[in-house]
C-alpha cells in the first residue's frame, strides 16, 4: 500500500508538536509528512512579551525547525499557506500546490478588532518574533523622538489595550524596562504612563480568583501602571485612542491585545466557524471533512459543560498529541481515542520575579509564582528538544544588547 500523505499546516504549538509525536511513533512506509509554515523557526508566543518589552532576546523566543525535526521523516517546506482547498484535498502554497490524504491546521491565530475603527492600521499587536522586533525598537524610537521634542510628551505614553493574559504580561515587562529606558535616553521616569484599558471590570487572565487579581494588579501599580477598567477603545487614531468614557489619551505607542480569532483562511476554505475557529468533533476533526484535524487557536473544543475552552498553548500541545496518536490510529484501523483536556493551570507573569496563578486549584503569587512560570517553560522547551534545548534558550541565552 502507498504511504499516506500527511500535511500539517503551522509549526506552532499545535504543529510542531503533532510533528514531533509523528516522527517518533511512525513505523517505515507508513505515512509521508509535510510540515509547512511561514518562517524556518518555530516561536514560542508564551515567551513574546520580553522581547517585544526588550527584556529579553527575540532569539530566545524562537527555535529553528530543522533542530526539531527528523529530516528523514519529515519534508519542511517553508512557505505561506494562500488557500486550503478541502473538497480537493489540496493546499495552495505560494509557490507549490499540496495534495494530501490527512491534513493538519494549526495556523493559529490573527488579532481581533471587532470593527473598532483605526486599530488596525494605528495600532501594534503581539503575535510573531517579527511583530515584537517592531515594538521594541518603536519602543526605543519614542524615548529618542521625545528628547528631540520635548513638547511632545504624549511620546512617553504607552496605551495597552486588553488586559488579559498578553496585556498583561507585556505592560508588567514593559514597567520593568521603562527604568532603564529612561537612564539610556536621560528621561525622568515620572513623565513615563503606562496605561492599560480594559472593557471588563477586572484585568488579568479571566478566571483567576479575585484576591490573586486584586495582587496582581497591586503589584503592578506599585510599578507605575495606571488601569482604566470598564473602559473601551471605541477608536485609534494616528496619535491616541477614543475611550468610551469620551476620554482622548494621547499616546505615542498603541498596543492592541484585546482578542484574537482563528486563521482567515478557514473561513475562506468553507469551513464553518465563530470566530474564524472550527468547532471540532471528539477526535479533533473538522464535522464537515474528517480527514482533516484541526488544532490550537483554529480549533474549538467543547468542555463537557458545554463552554469552549479558552484556547491557549497548554490545549494546543495536548492537541497535537492527540492528533498524531489519532492519525496512526486511522491508518492502523485502531479506533481513535477522544481528546480530554487535562487542564494544569495557568500562571500569568507580572514582569520580573513576579507572577500569578492557579495549578489546578491551588493558588501561587509572587517569586514562586515566577519559578512554576518558568518551569513551565522549561517543560515545553524539553518536551521539543530536550535538555540541550534548555540549556540553549534558558541557561545559555542571548543576552540583549541595550
Ligand atoms: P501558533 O503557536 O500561533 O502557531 C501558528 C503557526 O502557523 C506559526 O508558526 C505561524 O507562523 C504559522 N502560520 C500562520 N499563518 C500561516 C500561513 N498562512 N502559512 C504558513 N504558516 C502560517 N497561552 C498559554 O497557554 N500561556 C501563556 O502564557 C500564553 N501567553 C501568550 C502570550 C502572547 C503574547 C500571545 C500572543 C499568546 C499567548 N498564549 C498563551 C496563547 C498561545 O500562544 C496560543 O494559544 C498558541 O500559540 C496557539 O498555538 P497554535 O499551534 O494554534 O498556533
Known amino acids: 500500500m502507498k504511504p499516506a500523505k500527511v500535511v500539517i499546516l503551522g509549526a506552532g504549538y499545535g504543529g510542531v508538536v503533532t510533528a514531533i509525536r509523528l516522527q517518533k511513533l511512525i513505523r517505515s512506509g507508513e505515512m509521508t509528512i509535510t510540515l509547512v509554515n511561514k518562517h524556518d523557526y518555530h516561536y514560542m508566543t508564551t515567551h513574546l512579551h520580553m522581547p517585544a518589552a526588550g527584556t529579553d532576546h527575540h532569539e530566545n523566543a524562537r527555535v529553528a525547525i530543522r533542530d526539531l525535526i527528523d529530516e528523514r521523516k519529515i519534508q519542511f517546506v517553508k512557505s505561506t499557506v494562500q488557500q486550503i482547498l478541502p473538497t480537493d484535498k489540496k493546499v495552495v502554497l505560494t509557490d507549490d500546490t499540496l495534495s494530501y490524504d490527512y491534513l493538519v491546521v494549526g495556523l493559529g491565530s490573527e488579532t481581533e478588532t471587532f470593527g473598532i475603527p483605526g486599530l488596525r492600521e494605528h495600532a501594534m499587536s503581539i503575535h510573531s518574533i517579527n511583530s515584537v522586533r517592531f515594538i521594541r525598537q518603536h519602543t526605543q524610537y519614542m524615548f529618542a523622538k521625545y528628547k528631540m521634542n520635548p513638547q511632545h510628551k504624549e511620546y512617553l505614553t504607552f496605551v495597552v489595550g486588553g488586559a488579559g493574559f498578553t496585556g498583561t504580561e507585556f505592560v508588567g515587562e514593559l514597567a520593568d524596562r521603562i527604568p532603564v529606558l529612561c537612564r539610556t535616553y536621560d528621561v525622568d521616569p515620572a513623565l513615563v504612563q503606562i496605561i492599560n484599558v480594559e472593557a471588563s471590570p477586572t484585568a488579568l487572565p479571566p478566571g483567576l480568583p479575585n484576591d490573586l487579581v486584586e495582587y496582581g494588579m497591586e503589584v503592578m501599580r506599585r510599578k507605575g501602571v495606571q488601569y482604566k477598567l470598564s473602559t473601551a477603545i471605541q477608536a485609534c487614531e494616528a496619535d491616541g485612542v477614543r475611550l468610551s468614557d469620551g476620554q482622548f489619551i494621547r499616546a505615542g505607542t498603541i498596543i492592541w491585545s484585546g482578542g484574537v480569532r482563528g486563521n482567515a483562511l478557514l473561513q475562506q476554505a468553507g469551513f464553518d466557524v465563530q470566530r474564524g475557529r472550527v468547532k471540532v468533533d471528539d477526535y479533533l476533526r473538522s464535522w464537515q471533512y474528517p480527514d482533516v484535524f484541526i488544532t490550537g487557536d483554529c480549533s474549538i473544543v467543547m468542555s463537557p459543560e458545554g463552554t469552549p475552552y ?93
Open 310 to 402: 479558552p484556547a491557549n498553548a497548554q490545549i494546543a500541545v495536548q492537541q497535537g498529541y492527540n492528533t498524531a496518536r489519532n492519525l496512526l490510529y486511522t491508518l492502523r484501523g485502531k479506533p481513535l481515542r477522544p481528546f480530554a483536556y487535562d487542564y494544569k493551570g495557568t500562571v500569568a507573569s507580572l514582569g520580573r520575579g513576579e507572577a500569578v496563578g492557579t495549578l489546578k486549584v491551588k493558588k501561587v503569587k509572587g517569586k514562586f509564582a515566577a519559578l512554576i512560570k518558568k518551569m513551565i517553560d522549561a517543560r515545553y522547551l524539553f518536551l521539543i528538544g530536550g535538555i540541550p534545548l534548555i540549556w540553549k534558550k534558558m541557561i545559555f541565552k542571548q543576552k540583549m544588547s541595550n
